[in-house]
Nanobody, 122 residues
């Protein structure tokens, strides 16, 4: 089993930055692809960013590319999402995910965190 716990969310003003963290326990993340998804009220969970096991390859949703950066530190068993230039439409619960693959689809990932709320006001 892999346990994922997100942190770093909060209430911020449009244009601000946040850095989300995803700490893993139960198993080392070195062999896992990792991703961030988000879900706003009344919406389905959508892809944000992904990173392969080594960190060499990354993928981003079009609306996040250039603003968000996913990274990982396998020695710390932690994945990060740096979010810059936040917009009100970024308001959502952000979820960390882990799986044996790498991609943009939810079904790529088998393990999920509980989510951390990001709220952006104008």
């Amino acid at each position: 089993q892999v346990w994922l716990v997100e942190s770093g969310g909060g209430l911020v003003q449009a244009g601000d930055s946040l850095r989300l963290s995803c700490a893993a326990s139960g198993r080392a993340l070195g062999s896992y692809g990792m991703a961030w998804f988000r879900q706003a009220p009344g919406k389905e969970r959508e892809f944000v960013a992904a990173i392969n096991w080594s960190g060499v390859s990354t993928a981003y949703a079009d609306s996040m590319k250039g603003r968000f950066t996913i990274s990982r530190d396998n020695a710390k068993n932690t994945v990060y999402l740096q979010m810059n230039g936040l917009k009100p439409e970024d308001t959502a619960a952000y979820y960390c995910a882990a799986g044996r693959g790498y991609g943009t689809r939810r079904d790529t990932y088998n393990y999920w965190g509980q989510g951390t709320q990001v709220t952006v006001f104008s």
